[in-house]
């Protein structure tokens, strides 16, 4: 027999209110993006309730689940107090950000600058100004005012991957972030390696081998804690034949390493102005990988579509390669933030309308 069930006008707006909230929680199929990313550095301490909120409001909704956090040396390391910034991240602030991205099922990747950016314009990062004897380039002396281009092609410098002691200090700092975010994977940045290769040490050793075995060794160490290595992915394609330049391709002979380093690295391949078609150089290696963007919406709705019908279009071996999208921040934590709750609507590229159009388009299809 047929039921008829009458309900009263308030019931009605219970029952859809419930289907409504069951509707929004749906989480995003995983089939179909399996990695929906967001790429910061550390907030200061003073500014973690106000990213910590910005993780529960905005990223949690929109579905992201993996957050790579660029902590440098941002953070009140133990292990090594002579590298630690004392107005760094402290233990209890790092708990703050791991609690909510816990609660909210989101990856959490701490990330440090190994061989590569350690130095920036006319400043010296912490490791080669505790270590001066670390350094790829030590002739190459910081400018006053920094300029690009310079006599001496400095953009930023390298520690030599071939000291003796360089990997003792860097691995017990990795060790130590890891272990405090309760990470299972590492983001070792090792883009823009422009300086490789140079020193007493490097000078006559193949780039791509250099650049590879240091991959290897980082990812070997990670592996040891059951712990995955994520990097850029620049200095593995080829800058010339690609059409991507020097920047976001390489040209000092480091991109045969694509065949050297071990296929269990994750890939963030990133291209800021253009949809360059690279991602199948990584995917039919073997490699799974991540594109990028960074403040211009147009071209990261046209790479995540690109990265759609890649997965859609390739052989079960190859599909899982092609994992997904990380939107990339450059400008800080507090400015970003700044600039995703003031827009300025006159901007056309900017990080933040690049972050909304890039989710936008991410959740079109769940």
Request: aromatic letters at 10%.
């Amino acid at each position: 027999m047929r039921r008829i069930i009458v309900f009263s006008g308030l019931s009605v707006i219970i029952v859809l209110s419930g289907i409504l909230a069951l509707s929004c929680s749906l989480r995003h199929d995983d089939s179909i993006l399996p990695v929906r990313g967001f790429c910061i550095s550390a907030p200061a301490p003073e500014h973690i309730e106000r990213f910590v909120r910005f993780i529960d409001e905005e990223l949690a909704p929109r579905d992201v689940n993996v957050i790579v956090l660029m902590v440098q040396y941002g953070y009140r390391y133990k292990s090594h107090p002579e590298l630690a910034d004392p107005s760094g991240l402290s233990e209890s602030d790092v708990k703050q950000l791991v609690e909510v991205c816990r609660k909210n099922n989101i990856r959490l990747i701490p990330q440090v600058n190994l061989l590569g950016h350690q130095s920036w314009a006319e400043r010296t990062g912490k490791l080669l100004s505790a270590y001066p004897e670390f350094d790829e380039t030590p002739e190459v002396e910081m400018p006053e005012k920094y300029k690009w281009p310079n006599k001496d092609s400095l953009y930023c410098k390298s520690y030599c991957p071939l000291h003796p002691d360089v990997h003792q200090i860097v691995f017990d700092i990795v060790d130590e972030i890891c272990d405090v975010f309760e990470s299972d994977a590492f983001h070792a940045g090792m883009d823009e390696v422009f300086y490789i290769g140079r020193c007493t040490r490097c000078a006559g050793h193949n780039r791509a081998e250099l650049f590879a075995d240091e991959v290897n060794r980082i990812r070997d160490h990670l592996a040891l804690r059951n712990r995955e290595l994520w990097i850029w992915g620049d200095r593995l394609i080829d800058g010339h034949t690609s059409g991507t330049g020097g920047w976001e391709g390489s040209f000092n002979g480091t991109w045969p390493a694509i065949e050297m380093i071990k296929k269990d690295i994750v890939i963030c391949d990133w291209h800021y102005e253009h949809a360059h078609k690279t991602a199948p150089l990584f995917a039919e290696k073997g490699l799974r990988v991540i594109t990028c963007p960074w403040r211009n919406p147009s071209v990261a709705v046209k790479q995540t579509r690109m990265i759609r019908h890649f997965r859609k279009r390739s052989d079960a071996t190859i599909k899982e390669n092609y994992q997904g999208m990380m939107q990339t921040v450059w400008s800080g934590n507090n400015r970003f933030l700044d600039s995703f709750y003031n827009p300025d609507q006159s901007e056309k590229k900017s990080e933040a309308a690049c972050f909304r159009a890039l989710f936008k388009e991410i959740n079109r299809v769940k």
